[in-house]
Nanobody, 114 residues
Framework: QVQLVESGGGLAQPGGSLRLSCEAYGFIFSSYDMVWYRQPPENQRELVAEITRGGTINYADSVKGRFIISRDNAKNTWYLQMNSLRPEDTAVYYC????????WGQGIQVTVSS
């Protein structure tokens, strides 16, 4: 079955770290760009980070220097390492591919609070 399976997330204190994972099934992982989006409460979904097929990486200004996106083509998995977390990072996080993105799933809740 062609799908993405997200894992990780949860509750972290300000300044803490979390790692999200997204595993791909049923398609040639290395043929796609892989992205992370997030949707804060009562806000629009926004792009957080992307890593292209060629390895080019881009981040939203709000997470530069704190988040790290990476991919492991051998494991069909990509990751979002989130460091120095802030309350404003609280959101539902989503992974997806590009082109031919999947319909948005339930995502992973990340809550940053003391």
């Amino acid at each position: 079955q062609v799908q993405l399976v997200e894992s990780g997330g949860g509750l972290a204190q300000p300044g803490g770290s979390l790692r999200l994972s997204c595993e791909a099934y049923g398609f040639i992982f290395s043929s796609y760009d892989m992205v992370w989006y997030r949707q804060p409460p009562e806000n629009q979904r926004e792009l957080v980070a992307e890593i292209t097929r060629g390895g080019t990486i881009n981040y939203a200004d709000s997470v530069k220097g704190r988040f790290i996106i990476s991919r492991d083509n051998a494991k069909n998995t990509w990751y979002l390492q989130m460091n120095s977390l802030r309350p404003e990072d609280t959101a539902v996080y989503y992974c997806n591919r590009r082109p031919a993105p999947f319909n948005w799933g339930q995502g992973i809740q990340v809550t940053v609070s003391s």
